[in-house]
């Protein structure tokens, strides 16, 4: 008998192309979320003490003040709480505020004082995936603040419609906005000086976003530049959830936030490679 020669049978080749390279990004930049967690568990004070910000804007303005002051016009047009007013507002501030503190003033001090992107880059591990790792961070940890300040806000009766589940998801939106924009800035820093302008550009976005007074109570050409603000477009999502009055707008904001985080951070790349990789 004779017998039949067989072709060897071909050995799995790996994966190669664009998916294998996202899925080798995605796994590296977890491995910068998995270095911030062992590295938050040294210092789970401070850790705690973030997550009670926004709970403390809520209680002193939103309670406190929020005595003293009348109820103020909704996003229907029908009268509010001021604390009802005020809560959606102070929940995508605290993500504003802690996404530019953790990529601006965070992200200088690793790479300008404590040298651990200097580590991370010996290793395996690109900027590329340090920025995706560091604002993956960011925005995980924002999701769970906020969620539980949502929590808080349904506890208290100031929560009318069941859109308010998705709070989380309109601070995490807004952190990864700020977050993206926040790297570009990080990269001009010259010196700790520098952190003044952060602070000249967010406490007046701050102050003036709707976020205690409704956008009717401000002049003509003032409510316009207010409307085109990148926080006026989270606090404004944040009430259409909080209220159920979730229409097309609703689609633009998120929209506007997306675009913002993702231009932010195909810039800041490109800037933060010429800095950690000269």
Not at 45 to 57: A, D, M, N
Not at 96 to 102: K, P, R, S, T, V
Request: glycine share 8%.
């Amino acid at each position: 008998m004779t017998t039949v020669d067989r072709p060897p049978a071909s050995r799995p080749q790996p994966r190669s192309g664009p998916g294998a390279l996202q899925t080798l990004v995605r796994y590296r930049s977890l491995r910068v979320i998995q270095r911030n967690c062992t590295i938050s568990k040294q210092y789970w004070l401070v850790f705690v003490t973030r997550l009670l910000e926004p709970f403390l804007f809520l209680f002193s303005i939103g309670v406190g003040v929020g005595a003293l002051v009348e109820e103020v016009s909704g996003p229907d047009g029908l009268p509010i709480s001021y604390r009802s007013f005020v809560a959606p507002a102070m929940l995508v501030a605290s993500a504003m505020n802690a996404a530019l503190f953790a990529t601006v003033i965070d992200f200088y001090s690793k790479f300008e004082w404590q040298g651990s992107y200097d580590s991370m880059l010996a290793s395996p591990i690109g900027v590329r995936d340090i920025i995706h790792g560091e604002l993956l961070w960011i925005v995980g940890y924002l999701g769970i603040q906020s969620t539980a300040f949502a929590i808080t806000m349904w506890l208290m009766g100031l929560v009318v419609s069941w859109w308010a589940v998705l709070l989380p998801v309109a601070a995490m939106l807004v952190a990864f906005g700020f977050g993206g924009v926040g790297f570009v800035g990080a990269s001009f820093l010259r010196s700790w000086l520098d952190f003044e302008f952060m602070s000249l550009v967010a406490f007046p976005m701050f102050l003036f976003s709707a976020s205690f007074f409704p956008l009717s109570r401000y002049p003509g050409v003032l409510a316009t530049v207010v409307q085109l603000t990148p926080l006026y477009q989270g606090v404004d999502l944040a009430r259409d959830l909080t209220f159920g009055t979730v229409g097309w707008d609703s689609v633009v904001q998120v929209l506007y936030l997306f675009a913002m985080g993702a231009v932010g951070l195909a810039i800041a790349e490109r800037r933060i490679s010429t800095k950690l990789q000269p």
